[in-house]
């Protein structure tokens, strides 16, 4: 099974945080340069792992984790072929882009199911409602929302202590866009971090903490902490690739992609790598416990790519139980 972030490579150049490691590859092959978002890290590094052996090292592949803010910073200064992106990219972000001249293709990759976590000691909220989550989360809660009782006086009157992804990160945006109605909208009082696996392991040794994260973390380490069914007025529904599909699993299923740098699209071996990831994302992005789209998404990306359209169809804006395909046939704007 692919294990996330320590999968050992063999000729491959990857890069964590400012670090770049690189293994028996020529200082002089071209190179694909990624960042962004730790949800989607696992999707293209397992693509840049097969993409690179596919190439026999004549091309090398980084990939980094900076967040989905983070990366999109430095995708519109121009420094990044490819930004990893666990939502749409924003009106901020396109005017930041906008400045610099930078344009991109914006290409759906997957779905994950943002999963809400608890300790498995906990046997009190094994299932939780919007409300409830949105109570412990909203602005408003801060110093004043402390224990678990105070949301439901079933449980206990015992301290809450919450972990989450940092302001930079995409799921951090969707998460509270979802739950709390507004985008970045939260409490501040909350274990904060880039890094998924630093929220597994707040959650996984305090048994009343509460996290989220994208669900291939959660697979990953299934046996550390459980997920919460969430109960958006239909009863509590676990995150699985049967309640993903059906769409009963809302409202935390999301696209995730990635934007190519248009005049990236110019170098034949970014090119090259997009074309490997669409004809071999069904099978990779199941491969690290994500669920894939249609053939037809990764089919119109790669025609977006090759008849040059650029921008984005979400209007600078996450939305919630989105259809992929029909969005596509949007108008996108740049």
Same mark, same amino acid.
């Given at each position: 099974m692919f294990k996330l972030l320590s999968k050992k490579l063999t000729g491959i150049g990857v890069t964590l945080g400012s670090f770049v490691f690189c293994f028996n590859l020529a200082h002089s092959s071209p190179i694909v340069r990624?960042?962004?978002?730790?949800?989607?890290?696992?999707?293209?590094?397992?693509?840049?792992?097969d993409f690179q052996i596919a190439k026999r090292g004549t091309v090398r592949v980084t990939v980094g984790i900076s967040g989905t803010g983070g990366g999109f910073k430095k995708f519109c200064r121009g420094e990044l072929d490819i930004v990893n992106a666990s939502r749409p990219i924003t009106e901020l972000e396109m005017e930041?882009?906008?400045?610099?001249?930078?344009?991109?293709?914006?290409?759906?990759?997957?779905?994950?199911?943002?999963?809400?976590v608890v300790n498995p000691r906990n046997t009190?909220?094994?299932?939780?409602?919007?409300?409830?989550?949105?109570?412990?989360?909203?602005?408003?809660?801060?110093?004043? +929302?402390? &224990?678990?009782?105070? /949301? *439901?006086?079933?449980?206990?009157?015992?301290?809450?202590?919450?972990?989450? $992804?940092? !302001?930079?990160?995409?799921?951090?945006?969707?998460?509270?866009?979802?739950?709390?109605?507004?985008?970045?909208?939260?409490?501040?009082?909350?274990?904060?971090?880039?890094?998924?696996?630093?929220?597994?392991?707040?959650?996984?040794?305090?048994?009343?903490?509460?996290?989220?994260?994208?669900?291939?973390?959660? +697979?990953? &380490?299934?046996?550390? /902490? *459980?997920?919460?069914?969430?109960?958006?007025?239909?009863?509590?529904?676990? $995150?699985? !690739?049967?309640?993903?599909?059906d769409g009963s699993y809302q409202p935390l299923s999301r696209p995730v992609f990635i934007y190519v740098n248009a005049r990236s699209t110019t170098k034949s071996e970014v090119r090259d790598f997009v074309k490997f990831f669409m004809d071999n994302a069904v099978e990779l992005v199941s491969e690290v416990k994500y669920f894939p789209l249609s053939l037809n998404v990764y089919k119109l990306n790669l025609e977006n790519m090759e008849k040059n359209k650029l921008g984005s169809v979400f209007a600078g804006q996450s939305e919630v139980n989105v259809n992929i395909e029909e969005v596509m046939k949007h108008d996108a704007r740049l």
């Open positions: 990624i960042d962004g978002s730790s949800t989607v890290y696992p999707i293209t590094e397992a693509v840049a792992e930041s882009c906008r400045k610099t001249g930078v344009q991109y293709v914006e290409m759906p990759i997957a779905i994950d199911a943002l999963t809400v009190w909220s094994r299932a939780m409602t919007v409300d409830e989550l949105r109570q412990f989360w909203e602005p408003a809660a801060q110093g004043r +929302i402390n &224990n678990w009782n105070q /949301v *439901n006086p079933a449980w206990p009157n015992e301290r809450i202590k919450l972990f989450g $992804p940092g !302001a930079d990160s995409g799921t951090f945006e969707y998460f509270t866009e979802a739950i709390v109605g507004r985008a970045k909208s939260s409490r501040g009082d909350f274990t904060a971090s880039e890094d998924d696996n630093v929220l597994v392991q707040g959650v996984a040794s305090d048994m009343y903490a509460l996290g989220f994260f994208g669900f291939a973390y959660y +697979i990953e &380490n299934s046996r550390r /902490v *459980n997920a919460v069914a969430i109960d958006s007025g239909s009863g509590g529904v676990l $995150p699985s !690739a049967h309640t993903v599909k």
